[in-house]
């Protein structure tokens, strides 16, 4: 009895399409081993992860954290306005938050050339292998992330969403923030600790 | 049954069911040929014997899988086929030429064969799994591109599911993967790339996608579930299985001369393969608990249920048993890779293939459901065959056991013959299995010919009895 009554006043927990979380919940899954991974492997090479880090470009890295929190900012503010039935706003913000994800691709593409040029491949050292395979792994995301998002923005424009239906939003937010999430500790994992 | 072209799955799904059981005997042959190494020898030699067993599983299932192909692609497209008379004609091609390569390996030493069908032109014979002659590989390209060109005609004039386009698409994968079979270097390196792209690109890439189709199809159909919520998780499945599967290939490259990178990569995403298969599991038992009907053919939805299970337990983790690099340096090429091959090709395709007959035959019969005589008979036919392979996938697990430590981990290591004496009675346990397998695939065939159709006063009856 008390716990119908809890579940009738708690909102609902998970916004969104639930079929979502589970792809969410099974992508971290993934990028938690492959973190797992990672610290096994830097716990037996400390010196040679310390020596290599100092290769990469971490300026890069810090200004694709910026672009990515910030595109996450502009999907929240998404989410707010198709909630109070601005359609338009919400398309608006969309778009903003597609474009500071594009600029995320184009400076990660510009970083693996450079990497490339420095002579850091896969094959280079056991950090590096590790560095471009989370790297690429989570780009792939953040490709994945944006088809979903020009989904989601195309029906926008189009005046598909509403106050009272727009779990679309609330899916592809929920998906890109898991893109920015992953990327916060893969930029701290991989770029920073030392 | 609502089309009339869906007729021409029947032919498939018997000569599937046939060259099934021709598998099963080669099988207990080269089970036997462990034990006694002299058995039937000159004339039919263990790597032929070998060869045919394997190959005659591919072929079973390319039948199985083009059949459910006939059968879904105009039920879902909502209207005929496009060409019922091709899909036959493909039907007694392949059958014939499937047939004239068996004979042609039974009859002809392998290498008479491969001189006799041009494999000096175009080399591609002697990997396993791909040992056809030339004109068979082509032949399968042939018959892949008649299915492909028949079905896609289907799905192009009628409805557009998600089903249907996950089911077409990945049979479009199934041909174009097959095409590294024509790749064969004298750089083993290069050759084993090759290899491997046709085979783990297979059953561990685009089989899981069919299999996704085909579950999610029948389980549609027997609970009267939305096929929107049926739709979302094969997709996140798919998703996942190509996220884990793609890179996974890298496990195959451990220790091959490949780059050292794969031992990281290979471990790392082949260890994700279980992920798919265990939401496999949670979307067939959530799709089947609420389910909105009773079907009536019990056997269908045992089998759907069952399928998501051994998968996970064949492919997902026998295979995770063996798939990180540290392991597989003293696993590889013991018989927990044929405890792992006989668990993962029986739990994920044996049995979906199994699933869809037993779905689709009574309705190409003309009824909604067998008699439920003849579904109990199936039913135990699954029980005896299931029970029988966990039994040799445990005896095979075992003689790998004991493989890894007496020939390979412990300070002292044994001979290859030695351990393989030693392994004895886990190989009289398999075959014994073997053969009880037989007699379930028996049961089960038996279960075709028991009278009859379902009908309500049969359930009616039963409600009363309890």
Excluded at chain 1, 72 to 99: E, G, H, K, P
Excluded at chain 2, 114 to 124: E, N
Excluded at chain 2, 394 to 422: C, H, S, W
């Amino acid at each position: 009895m008390s716990t119908a009554n809890v579940s009738l006043d708690m909102p609902d927990p998970l916004p969104g399409d639930l079929a979502i979380w589970i792809f969410i919940f099974a992508e971290l899954v993934v990028f938690g081993i492959l973190f797992i991974a990672y610290a096994v492997a830097r716990s037996t090479h400390v010196a040679l992860f310390d020596a290599a880090q100092l290769a990469i470009n971490r300026v890069f890295g810090f200004i694709n954290t910026w672009l990515l929190l910030t595109s996450s900012y502009f999907v929240v503010r998404a989410t707010q306005a198709i909630r109070n039935d601005r359609r338009q706003i919400c398309a608006y913000w969309l778009t903003a938050a597609m474009s500071f994800g594009a600029m995320f691709l184009l400076l990660k593409l510009i970083e693996f050339h450079q990497d490339a040029s420095r002579g850091i491949t896969l094959s280079s050292n056991l950090f590096d292998m590790f560095y471009l395979s989370l790297t690429f792994f989570h780009f792939m995301h953040v490709v994945m992330g944006m088809i979903i998002l020009s989904v989601v923005t195309y029906k926008a424009y189009k005046g598909r969403y509403s106050a009272a239906n727009h779990t679309g939003v609330e899916t592809g937010a929920s998906y890109w923030h898991m893109v920015d999430l992953v990327w916060v500790v893969l930029f701290a994992l991989v770029y920073v600790m030392h | 049954m609502n089309y009339q072209s869906q007729q021409v799955a029947k032919p498939y799904f018997i000569a599937a069911l046939l060259l099934f059981a021709g598998q099963i005997v080669f099988g207990l042959i080269a089970g036997m040929q462990y034990l006694d190494g002299s058995f039937l020898f000159p004339a039919l030699p263990f790597n032929i014997v070998h060869m045919s067993h394997t190959n005659l599983l591919i072929v079973w299932l390319l039948m199985a899988f083009m059949g459910a192909a006939y059968f879904i692609v105009p039920e879902e497209a909502q209207t005929e086929l496009y060409s019922p008379k091709l899909a036959l004609i493909t039907f007694w091609v392949f059958f014939v030429a499937a047939a004239a390569t068996l004979l042609g390996y039974l009859l002809l030493p392998y290498s008479k064969l491969a001189a006799m069908t041009g494999d000096a032109i175009l080399p591609t014979m002697g990997r396993g799994y791909l040992e056809q002659p030339l004109p068979t590989k082509i032949g399968i390209v042939l018959v892949a591109l008649s299915l492909l060109f028949n079905i896609t005609m289907t799905l192009i004039k009628g409805r557009k599911t998600s089903i249907n386009l996950i089911l077409v698409g990945s049979l479009w994968g199934l041909a174009l993967l097959f095409l590294p079979a024509f790749y064969f270097p004298v750089d083993t390196v290069k050759a084993s790339y090759g290899w491997w792209w046709v085979v783990h690109g297979w059953v561990e890439g685009d089989w899981e996608l069919i299999l996704g189709s085909l579950l999610g199809f029948i389980l549609i159909k027997i609970t009267g579930i939305d096929r929107e919520i049926v739709e979302k998780w094969i997709y996140i499945i798919i998703a996942m299985t190509l996220i884990s599967g793609l890179i996974g290939i890298g496990h195959h490259y451990y220790y091959t001369g490949a780059p050292a990178y794969w031992i990281w990569l290979g471990s790392v995403f082949s260890a994700l393969e279980p992920i798919p298969f265990i939401m496999l599991i949670v979307f067939a038992f959530k799709i089947l608990a609420q389910r909105r009907r009773e079907h009536p053919n019990k056997a269908a939805m045992l089998w759907a249920q069952a399928t998501p299970i051994m998968a996970f337990l064949g492919a997902g983790l026998w295979g995770f048993m063996i798939t990180l690099a540290p392991v597989q340096y003293y696993a590889h090429g013991t018989n927990f890779t044929a405890a792992h091959g006989h668990l993962a090709f029986f739990g994920a395709y044996a049995m979906i293939a199994l699933s869809i007959i037993s779905y689709a035959m009574p309705l190409l019969r003309g009824r909604t459901a067998n008699s439920l005589a003849a579904q109990h008979r199936e039913m135990l036919g699954f029980w005896i065959m299931a029970f029988s392979m966990g039994v040799m996938v445990l005896a095979l697990t075992g003689a790998g056991i004991v493989t890894v430590y007496l020939q390979r981990a412990i300070d002292n290591p044994l001979p290859f013959m030695q351990v393989q004496e030693k392994s004895r009675v886990f190989f009289e346990i398999r075959e014994a299995g073997g053969a009880v397998f037989l007699l379930g695939l028996l049961t089960y065939l038996s279960s075709f010919f028991v009278a009859g159709e379902y009908t309500y006063d049969d359930e009616a009856k039963k409600a009363l009895k309890a």
